[in-house]
């Protein structure tokens, strides 16, 4: 009797990038200070269409432009990491990625009880990051409470559910991704990926710095 053999083939996957800065750096604390010292001398910034409330502010695009060590040490992080994430989904050797370019915005968000950023994404870039500088409070009984969601890519889809799809796990998941930002972590992703802040109930601040880049090669 000839034997068939059965394969499963992941297929239409998302990378998702994840990285820690080390613990022994006190660079959160900086940035949290520099941070909320601007604050209090500027205005929030209003870009584009994006859906968010007054308890969140939002800087001017310009963050990784400035001079301060503790920003150009975050910037060296996350630059290093998204050339790496780079390179090895593109199977690129150093020589290629040192061809590769980056073009860049870079902001931070103060956000505080009730805060919320709605369902967007950046499409004039090629990938996206969030860097955590305070996770702020876990709230208890709410969960989700300034929850970082990645939008699935399969919400938009009419596809027929039943019980033989509806549980299904890992990469063929239908359903959103909740990450819950630790101090010093950093998430990268494709910057055409929906996704949103869930509304935050804690009473510290929550700090991040967000960028979208995209690349120039010059062969």
């Known amino acids: 009797m000839n034997t068939i053999k059965n394969e499963i083939i992941p297929m239409f996957s998302v ?12 660079l959160n604390k900086k940035l949290a200070e520099l941070f909320m010292s601007k604050e209090a001398s500027s205005e929030t910034d209003q870009h584009g269409f994006v859906k968010k409330n007054r308890q969140v502010f939002e800087s001017s695009f310009d963050l990784f432009n400035w001079k301060n060590d503790c920003v150009q040490e975050l910037q060296k992080f996350c630059w290093g990491q998204l050339y790496q994430l780079v390179g090895t989904l ?20 103060i956000t505080r009880k009730g805060g919320y ?18 996770a702020g409070d876990k709230v208890e009984g709410d969960p989700d409470s ?6 699935s890519p399969q919400i938009s889809t009419t596809s027929f ?7 299904l796990g890992g990469q063929f998941s239908r359903g959103n991704k909740i990450i819950h930002l630790q101090e010093g972590q950093l998430v990268l992703f494709p910057s055409w990926l929906l996704h949103e ?7 510290s601040e929550r700090i991040t710095v ?10």
């Open 15 to 26: 990378p998702l990038g994840v990285s820690y800065i080390s613990e022994n750096t006190n």
């Open 90 to 109: 593109n199977q690129y050797d150093v020589d290629t990625l040192k061809k590769l370019h980056i073009a860049c915005e870079s902001w931070y968000h």
């Open 117 to 134: 950023f709605g369902i967007h994404n950046h499409p004039m870039a090629s990938w996206s990051g969030v860097y955590c500088v305070s």
């Open 146 to 151: 300034g929850g970082l969601n990645l939008i």
């Open 161 to 167: 559910i039943d019980k033989s799809c509806s549980r």
């Open 197 to 203: 802040v869930k509304p935050y109930f804690g009473e």
């Open 210 to 219: 967000a960028f979208n880049a995209w690349f120039k090669y010059s062969g």
